[in-house]
Nanobody, 128 residues
Framework: QVHLVESGGGSVQAGGSLRLSCAAS????????INWVRQVPGKEREAVAG????????YYASSVKGRFTVSRDNAKNTLILQMNGLKPEDTAIYYC?????????????????????WGQGTQVSVSS
């Protein structure tokens, strides 16, 4: 059974940094996309970054490119999201999510609805 557990959220002032972690376990196939998706209550989910476990290639939404960096610690099966230059509009609940249709589709993409597995989420709050 797939299990995703986020940690590392918190509160920070604009311009500050936070580091989120996602511990992943239970995958029967090691080819999948693992993503960070954020949501503000009352608004649509936004997929902001992810990485293909097959290629290791990261991808980013334009709203975070140049400020956020996603990486994997393969030994620990952990996904890291380093967030720098945080803005108040980055305030949201951040979810780690996994898209296992990669093995059929052959590529990853930033679509929240592609993700079948979700963590519990962690709050990120950025004050101005």
């Amino acid at each position: 059974q797939v299990h995703l557990v986020e940690s590392g959220g918190g509160s920070v002032q604009a311009g500050g940094s936070l580091r989120l972690s996602c511990a992943a376990s239970g995958f029967t196939d090691n080819r999948y996309c693992i993503n960070w998706v954020r949501q503000v209550p009352g608004k649509e989910r936004e997929a902001v970054a992810g990485v293909s476990t097959a290629s290791g290639t990261p991808y980013y939404a334009s709203s975070v490119k140049g400020r956020f960096t996603v990486s994997r610690d393969n030994a620990k099966n952990t996904l890291i999201l380093q967030m720098n230059g945080l803005k108040p509009e980055d305030t949201a609940i951040y979810y780690c999510a996994a898209d296992t249709d990669y093995k059929i589709r052959g590529y990853c993409r930033l679509r929240p609805e592609d993700n079948a597995y979700w963590g519990q989420g962690t709050q990120v709050s950025v004050s101005s």
